[in-house]
């Protein structure tokens, strides 16, 4: 792994260099040269091909996305709209009332002189005209990036409007594509203004016996309805989810669950500690992908509520679920066992989809992050640690009291005690870093350059990440598999998504047709670039 490391870092220049070896880490390194944690959620060095999107990304299109009854208005030019428009494969189910805005897209499409003007009459103008059309509940404000150049204050025109409606609840997010390093800003952006603006709204309680929040699940390709699916099979109530198939109701509701049940990390555990500390709600981390995880995290769910109703209920479903999950595992293993596959990914699924290949036992040679923070890679013990930069700086950090009426530690200090020394752990995350083998590869902010170089060195099984990814991958004949969109496919969390995944896998690392791919550069050597670096 030394040896690739420095191929990877041959072709930079000195500076860059340096920058690139500190996001580059051989898992559990002994090497005195080799850095011992990781260096993340920094700039992307300019120039290079980054894996990764905007602020602006991660707030309209990750977070306030998968909500169906909300306008979500893009205050920008009409491509930061367009370009984020259904583009992620969050599903929804638009329910009994119908009310589902997300075929649409909003946009106050400025011109340029609203670039010189100032944007905010068209803006008071575009949620007039939502507010007219649909009554929504919500509507939401999203800056891009000129609106924060030119200083247009949409939380002033939001404010001004939600007071003239009256019955629709008006607010808006500072999430300039520019405003942090990644998506993973846009993130944080996005659920202070929902928590400060919207949880708790809801002032009817909501029954339900085993109650709990699913945090940090997205419904892309359908994961949540599988992961509903098995909650309501084992008798667990599902109050809100953040933000997969969600509603208004749901968010305004989240006060009410007894558990937060946290997927991906990455994009919300400040909300699972603002649910504590505001309402007395404690968290834990689940992961639903792969069946073996699905089945400990319905355990840990189980455990918490330690009632003997839910506990044998939910061994009853995972015993029937595992028949055709084993079945299936055990067919493909005699083709998939020993591949390797590399990851790629956002800011979770490139440690959680390790578990579903581990189960095809497949290993995984490197993975990484595009935007997490080191607390992700090397567990939240590093929190206290972690480097305020400017940047970082940039997002704020809301403060969170607990609320007067509604806060209720739902454990005594005594329950919590006995559940930890048997072993239970509250928020906690190892991160991805524990679970992969010694001498891996763990790489941060991975790009262009350097994805090609891995495959043709290490010549994985599968190589996966997203849709910048694909084609170049797949022209160097390596079988690429998007963990984002699913390329179409899906779901894959709980225990019907393993075996879909299980299937889709096997089928890829096993079909003939990439080594019969050739590029036209590898028949016609004249069509061979050669790059110079002076
Ligand atoms: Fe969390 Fe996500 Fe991800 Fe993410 Fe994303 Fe996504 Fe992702 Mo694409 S919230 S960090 S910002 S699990 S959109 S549903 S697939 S990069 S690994
Ligand atoms: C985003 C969304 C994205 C992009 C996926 C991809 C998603 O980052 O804005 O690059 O293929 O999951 O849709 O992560």
């Not at 509250?426 to 992969?436: C, E, I, L, T, V």
Request: with cysteine.
């Amino acid at each position: 792994p030394t040896d690739i490391k420095e191929e990877l870092l041959a072709k930079y220049p000195p500076k860059v260099a340096r920058k690139r070896a500190k996001q580059i880490m051989i898992n559990e390194a002994t090497e005195s040269e080799a850095p011992s944690e990781i260096l993340a959620n920094v700039r992307t060095i300019p120039g290079i091909i980054t894996m990764r999107g905007c602020t602006y990304a991660g707030c309209k299109g990750v977070i306030m996305g998968p909500t169906r009854d909300i306008v979500n208005i893009t205050h920008g030019p009409i491509g930061c709209a367009f370009y984020s428009w259904l583009t992620r494969r969050n599903q929804t189910d638009a329910g009994e009332d119908g009310e589902n805005y997300m075929t649409y897209c909003f946009s106050t499409d400025m011109q340029d002189q609203d670039i010189i003007f100032g944007g905010e009459k068209k803006l008071e103008a575009s949620i007039q005209e939502a507010y007219d059309l649909f009554h929504p509940k919500g509507i939401c404000i999203f800056a891009t990036c000129p609106v924060g150049l030119i200083g247009d204050d949409i939380h002033a025109v939001a404010k001004k409007m939600k007071a003239k409606f009256g019955d629709c609840n008006v607010f808006a997010f500072s999430c300039e594509g520019y405003k942090g390093v990644s998506q993973s800003a846009g993130h944080h952006i996005a659920n202070n203004q929902v928590f400060t603006h919207l949880v708790g709204e809801n002032e009817e309680p909501k029954e339900g016996e085993y109650k709990i929040n699913l945090l940090g699940e997205y419904n892309i390709g359908g994961d949540g309805f599988e992961i509903d699916r098995i909650l309501k099979k084992c008798g667990i109530t599902n109050i809100a989810t953040f933000s997969g198939n969600s509603t208004y109701d749901q968010f305004a509701s989240a006060q009410y669950a007894d558990l937060s049940a946290v997927m991906c990390h990455r994009s919300i555990n400040y909300v699972a500690d603002m649910l504590e500390t505001k309402y007395g709600i404690p968290w834990i981390k689940v992961n639903f992908i792969g069946a073996k995880s699905t089945a400990k995290s319905l355990r840990k769910i189980a455990e918490y509520f330690g009632d003997k109703k839910l506990i044998d209920k939910v061994e009853a479903v995972i015993a029937e679920e595992m028949m055709e999950v084993d079945k299936v595992a055990t067919d493909v293993r005699t083709r998939t066992d020993g591949k390797t596959a590399m990851l790629f990914v956002g800011g979770s699924r490139a440690h959680h989809y390790q578990d579903l290949f581990a189960e095809m036992g497949m290993k995984t040679l490197s993975a990484g992050y595009e935007f997490a923070h080191r607390d992700d890679y090397e567990g939240r013990e590093v929190i206290p640690d972690l480097k305020v930069d400017a940047d970082s700086r940039n997002i704020e950090e809301i403060t969170v009291e607990a609320d007067p009426e509604l806060y209720n530690p739902r454990k005594t200090p005594e329950e919590l005690k006995a559940l930890e020394e048997a072993g239970y752990q509250f928020k906690h995350y190892a991160g991805m870093n524990p679970d992969m083998d010694k001498g891996t590869l763990i790489i941060d902010d991975l790009n262009q350059y350097e994805a090609e170089k891995l495959v043709e060195i290490m010549k994985p099984d599968i190589f996966c990440a997203g849709i910048k990814e694909k084609y170049s991958i797949q022209k160097t004949g390596v079988p690429m598999k998007q963990l984002h969109s699913y390329d179409s496919g899906g779901p894959y969390a709980g225990f019907q998504g393993a075996v879909n995944f299980y299937k889709e896998i096997d089928r890829l690392v096993g079909s003939k047709v990439w080594s019969y791919m050739k590029a036209p550069w590898q028949e016609n050597p004249e069509l061979t670039g050669t790059f110079v670096w002076e």
